[in-house]
Nanobody, 122 residues
Framework: QVQLVNSGGGLVQAGEALRLSCAAS????????MGWFRQAPGKEREFVGG????????YYADSVKGRFTISRDNARRTVYLQMNSLKPEDTAVYYC???????????????WGQGTQVTVSS
């Protein structure tokens, strides 16, 4: 059982940056690929990006490519989502999720964080 705790959300203005964190409880965290998802009000949850269990590869949705960066520190059991040049349309609840070994853009992840709100004002 992996417990994930999201943190780092908040209210920012368009063009600003935020960094989200996701801390894992499990010592085998390094076996898990990590994904970031978001859900805006009235919309379905969508894939933002992911990072492989080694940290060697990352994948991003087209809507955030070039603005968001995912990284991980396996020693700290933490994955990060650096969000730059934020736009009002990035407003959503952001979730991290863990999946053994490989990334998926679908929400077929075994473990989920509780989510953190990101609000971008124009």
């Amino acid at each position: 059982q992996v417990q994930l705790v999201n943190s780092g959300g908040g209210l920012v203005q368009a063009g600003e940056a935020l960094r989200l964190s996701c801390a894992a409880s499990e010592s085998t965290f390094s076996r898990y690929a990590m994904g970031w998802f978001r859900q805006a009000p009235g919309k379905e949850r969508e894939f933002v990006g992911g990072i492989t269990w080694t940290g060697g590869s990352t994948y991003y949705a087209d809507s955030v490519k070039g603005r968001f960066t995912i990284s991980r520190d396996n020693a700290r059991r933490t994955v990060y989502l650096q969000m730059n040049s934020l736009k009002p349309e990035d407003t959503a609840v952001y979730y991290c999720a863990a999946r053994l070994y490989s990334i998926s853009s679908r929400d077929d992840y075994a473990y989920w964080g509780q989510g953190t709100q990101v609000t971008v004002s124009s």
